[in-house]
């Protein structure tokens, strides 16, 4: 099943990667990892462009971060204490924008740090631009990744380098 959902936001190109991550962005757990290296690997054929993967996955990430902290903005006034909610724009006047900035770039909380600043209703002033910056340098980082691989590939015949080819070199 998730064979065919990959290979269907690929067969879309550009379009499909950015709905992928406006879903990947929200709460639903997605790895970002599962478009951006095979998305690289194919960057390095001249199949798809570099900046075009980075732009189109970071706007993704951000729209789908952004739902996420809207639900929770409306959420955090009905459903959480108000203690609870002193404590995290407490936590969010203090560390909010290092907290935004770095989550994106750690396995597994990149998606969940816009629940928290919807909560503490951080500024969108500083939380758009910071989880966009932050998300297209993991997706900067995951490209080159996969991008790295071909490259490899290209000098030493490796079992991985035949794994990456025929699962996406060869349909996409």
Same mark, same amino acid.
């Given at each position: &099943? @998730?064979?065919? %959902?990959?290979?269907?936001?690929?067969? &879309?190109?550009?379009?499909? *990667?950015?709905?992928?991550?406006?879903?990947?962005?929200?709460?639903?757990? @997605?790895? =970002? #990892?599962?478009?951006?290296?095979? /998305?690289?690997?194919? /960057?390095? #054929?001249?199949?798809?462009?570099?900046?075009?993967?980075?732009?189109? =996955?970071?706007?993704?990430?951000?729209?789908?971060?952004?739902?996420?902290?809207?639900? +929770?903005? !409306?959420? +955090?006034?009905? *459903?959480?204490?108000?203690? !609870?909610?002193?404590?995290?724009?407490?936590?969010? #006047?203090?560390?909010?924008?290092?907290?935004? +900035?770095?989550?994106?770039?750690?396995?597994?909380?990149?998606?969940?740090?816009?629940?928290?600043?919807?909560? /503490?209703? &951080?500024?969108?002033?500083?939380? @758009?631009?910071?989880? *966009?910056?932050?998300? +297209?340098?993991?997706?900067? /980082? &995951?490209?080159?990744?996969?991008?790295?691989?071909?490259?490899?590939?290209?000098?030493?015949?490796?079992?991985?380098?035949? %794994?990456?080819?025929?699962?996406?070199?060869?349909?996409?």
């Amino acid at each position: &099943m @998730l064979t065919l %959902f990959i290979d269907t936001v690929f067969n &879309m190109g550009y379009l499909g *990667f950015f709905l992928y991550t406006i879903i990947v962005g929200t709460f639903i757990p @997605l790895p =970002t #990892q599962l478009i951006l290296l095979p /998305a690289g690997f194919l /960057a390095s #054929q001249g199949r798809l462009d570099v900046l075009t993967i980075i732009v189109v =996955t970071a706007l993704g990430t951000t729209i789908g971060a952004t739902i996420n902290y809207f639900l +929770a903005k !409306k959420v +955090a006034t009905r *459903f959480i204490s108000d203690e !609870k909610n002193r404590k995290i724009e407490k936590f969010f #006047q203090k560390y909010g924008k290092a907290s935004v +900035a770095l989550a994106p770039l750690t396995f597994g909380l990149g998606q969940y740090i816009s629940i928290p600043a919807g909560m /503490a209703k &951080m500024d969108l002033r500083w939380f @758009l631009p910071l989880i *966009f910056l932050s998300n +297209a340098l993991w997706n900067f /980082a &995951m490209v080159m990744l996969g991008y790295n691989v071909w490259s490899r590939c290209r000098v030493k015949n490796h079992l991985s380098c035949w %794994f990456w080819y025929t699962s996406y070199g060869s349909n996409h």
